[in-house]
């Protein structure tokens, strides 16, 4: 969804801030601009399309001088992704642009407002609302013109703002939308998202909601929402700047499937010291956890699909009832949630509107929150009453991977240190399975190096749409394995359970269709070995996934990608690493555009 940045110092910002833009083009975005200030006029660039285009149009910067500036990477909400609504926005003085993250969900009003004092509207955005709010509210004061106009928005939003009667002064302000500042030496920075600073500066400040900075090339300083100054925590970022690039992959989907082994290993890691698990800063009591009746596991995308096959983890080995819901539907739910209630939130950005509005709407009922969150200091890890990190490192491909798996990893650490706790396990169980979940960041390379065919294989399945199946943990695979496809190659996939596919789907099996069977849940597999003998009796081609070694497998299916064989809760994280590289490879062959899959975005931060 949209980024924006900000750049002030000694030297010219517009190639700081295209970079800046390029680095969160992986959000997802539909057209761009920037503005820069140079003597006491805004210049600004905009185009509809990719960052590319302004790197032609404005000369990789050069025709935009000023060492001072904001840009915007906008995915269309209000309005089309023509150049009129891409952003910056300017003021009809000329005085103010803005660039904006979130969405003004006042705006109808304050436009008949605006229009009706003679502001012109230049755009069909929520946005522009603003820079004409912020014009209304000058009288020579810009910090006290933000905050009243601050005062004025309903919603959410994360801008960057430009003055001409403030030369070298960037203003930021934050409330429900992600923004960081970034601190140089001698220039000063704002952006979305830690991806687009790290190859400046590693020392940053996460804004809270409410905070307005002001940003110089020599100092920033952070204001509360009632105009106060405050002290915010410098914190240093862990992540490198090659973590966010390709390094030697043609796409960052491949490079980060191809990271799962290192990522997994880095969540799981220092949590299991010998034959115990820490979780990080916070430690559930027994007494704790047998207050609670039950678990709710809340998300958005792969982020809930986690949930759906952590759901099996947990309630096998705590015996305590989980339910997995949409975010997008829990938060108007009316949800059955009381302090009885443990609340998981997963999300890997930390900033899914619909994820937070559900931790928002438990925590009102008085349910206690664990986030599982990737981004450091993001929305979710600050809301949430504890947090463990996922510790994937920055994920740039649209469609989550490596987010995926070391979600997954978290869900197992919680379920068996719970289990453990409960005494809902004997010490043998959890210890065989604490060995287990050690050796699977080693099994995810075996799954990987074991199924070098997938190239070949993806272009014999990916001809038409698709149906996965499977049943149980299984379920919960194809359920990620059929998103991952329609994500990056646009075939039409679906997921079934496999026993419901004589109630329905069973019609749609003709010659030739292509069905991914996931046969890796063993008390099960023979259950849906009979849904794959009923498929292709209707002529389809099976595709199966089972554990190495099940041989009845091979005399049913077309063809079989194997896997190592581990006990059935973990299965899942090991299964869904071919489904990603079957999916890659189909998007591949159909020249799709595999990091930046169209209309989607990385980063949800709207309804
Ligand atoms: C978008 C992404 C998905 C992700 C989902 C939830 O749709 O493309 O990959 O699973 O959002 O995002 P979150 O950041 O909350 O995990």
Redesign the pocket.
């Known amino acids: 969804m949209c980024g924006i940045t900000g750049f002030t110092g000694m030297h010219p910002a517009a190639p700081v801030l295209l970079n800046g833009l390029s680095r969160l083009e992986y959000r997802g975005y539909d057209s761009a601009g920037i503005a820069v200030l140079n003597g006491n006029a805004i210049h600004i660039e905009k185009v509809s399309g990719r960052i590319a285009k302004l790197y032609e149009k404005t000369e990789g910067g050069k025709t935009v001088p000023g060492t001072i500036g904001i840009g915007h990477t906008r995915w269309a909400t209000h309005g089309a992704p023509t150049d009129f609504n891409a952003h910056p926005h300017l003021s009809n003085d000329g005085r103010f642009a803005v660039v904006h993250n979130g969405i003004i969900e006042n705006y109808l009003a304050l436009r008949e407002e605006l229009i009706a004092e003679d502001y012109i509207f230049h755009s069909e955005t929520d946005t522009e609302v603003i820079v004409h709010l912020l014009e209304k509210y000058y009288t020579g004061d810009i910090k006290a013109a933000v905050m009243k106009t601050a005062s004025r928005l309903e919603g959410s939003y994360a801008l960057g703002i430009l003055c001409t009667d403030a030369p070298d002064t960037l203003f930021a302000v934050r409330e429900a939308s992600p923004l960081i500042l970034g601190i140089g030496v001698g220039e000063q920075y704002f952006s979305s998202d830690v991806t687009a600073l790290i190859s400046l500066t590693k020392n940053v400040i996460y804004l809270e909601d409410g905070e307005i900075a002001c940003l110089t090339p020599d100092h920033v300083t952070v204001y509360d929402c009632t105009g106060k100054e405050i002290t915010k925590p410098i914190s240093r970022v862990t992540w490198n700047v090659e973590a966010a690039e390709k390094g030697g992959y043609e796409h960052f989907m491949l490079k980060e499937i191809m990271e799962q082994p290192a990522a997994v290993k880095a969540a799981l890691t220092s949590r299991i010291q010998g034959e115990k698990i820490r979780l990080d800063d916070f430690e559930l009591p027994a007494e704790i956890l047998r207050s609670f009746h039950k678990i709710i596991i809340t998300?958005?995308?792969?982020?809930y699909y986690a949930g759906c096959s952590g759901r099996y983890a947990i309630e096998k080995l705590c015996h305590l009832p989980v339910e997995v819901e949409l975010a997008s539907e829990l938060r108007y739910a009316d949800p059955l949630v009381d302090t009885h209630t443990l609340v998981l939130v997963?999300?890997?950005?930390?900033?899914?509107a619909d994820?937070i509005a559900a931790l928002k709407e438990c925590r009102a009922r008085g349910a206690t929150i664990i986030g599982i969150v990737n981004v450091v200091g993001s929305t979710i890890a600050n809301l949430a009453d504890y947090t463990l990190y996922t510790r994937a490192g920055p994920e740039i491909a649209?469609?989550?991977t490596k987010?995926f798996t070391t979600q997954l990893a978290v869900l197992y650490l919680i379920a068996l240190s719970f289990a453990e706790k409960l005494r809902s396990i004997s010490p043998e169980v959890y210890s065989s399975l604490l060995w287990e979940l050690k050796q699977v960041p080693k099994y995810i390379q075996q799954s990987i190096d074991m199924n070098y065919q997938l190239p070949t294989l993806s272009r014999r399945y990916s001809s038409r749409s698709l149906f996965f199946i499977g049943r149980n943990t299984d379920y919960a695979v194809a359920l990620e394995g059929a998103l991952k496809m329609k994500?990056i190659s646009y075939l039409h996939a679906e997921s079934y359970a496999a026993g419901e596919l004589k109630h329905g789907t069973i019609a749609l099996i003709e010659n030739g269709q292509p069905v991914i069977a996931v046969c890796c849940n063993e008390a099960l597999a023979d259950k849906t070995l009979s849904n794959v003998v009923e498929v292709k009796a209707r002529g389809a081609k099976v595709l199966a996934l089972a554990f190495h070694g099940n041989s009845r497998i091979i005399s049913q299916a077309d063809d079989v990608i194997f896997i190592p064989r581990i006990s059935t809760i973990f299965s899942p994280i090991l299964a869904v690493v071919p489904l990603q590289l079957l999916a890659y490879y189909a998007a591949k062959a159909h020249n799709c555009d595999i990091d930046k899959p169209k209309n989607?975005?990385?980063?949800?931060t709207v309804e």
């Open positions: 998300a958005c995308g792969s982020a997963i999300s890997q950005s930390g900033e899914t994820s649209v469609a989550t987010g994500e989607l975005a990385k980063s949800v």
